[in-house]
Nanobody, 115 residues
């Protein structure tokens, strides 16, 4: 089993920045892909960004140029740097680890962009 703990969410004004973190712990595992998703009220969960074990990244068009995903394989941690935040970025953000022993999700962290 793998446990994921997210942190870094909060309230920020439009144009501001936040950095989310997601730390994985538990049984010995190999991570193939890590990703961030988000879900706004009344909407489906959507993929924001992902990074493979080979450091190939993917970004949703809506966040390209503003968000950056990175990972620290030693610390089993994935980060999401969010800049130039907009009200439409408001959502619960979830991290996801795809590993050799299963597919795991974080508990979610609220990001609210509002003046």
């Amino acid at each position: 089993q793998v446990q994921l703990v997210e942190s870094g969410g909060g309230l920020v004004q439009p144009g501001g920045s936040l950095r989310l973190s997601c730390v994985a712990s538990g049984s010995s595992f190999t991570t193939y892909v890590t990703a961030w998703y988000r879900q706004a009220p009344g909407s489906q969960r959507e993929l924001v960004t992902s990074i493979s074990s080979g450091s190939t990244t993917h970004y949703a068009d809506s966040v390209k140029g503003r968000f950056t995903i990175s990972r620290d394989n030693v610390k089993n941690t994935v980060y999401l740097q969010m800049n130039s935040l907009k009200p439409e970025d408001t959502a619960v953000y979830y991290c996801r680890f795809v590993t050799n022993i299963g597919n795991y999700w974080g508990q979610g962290t609220q990001v609210t962009v509002s003046s």
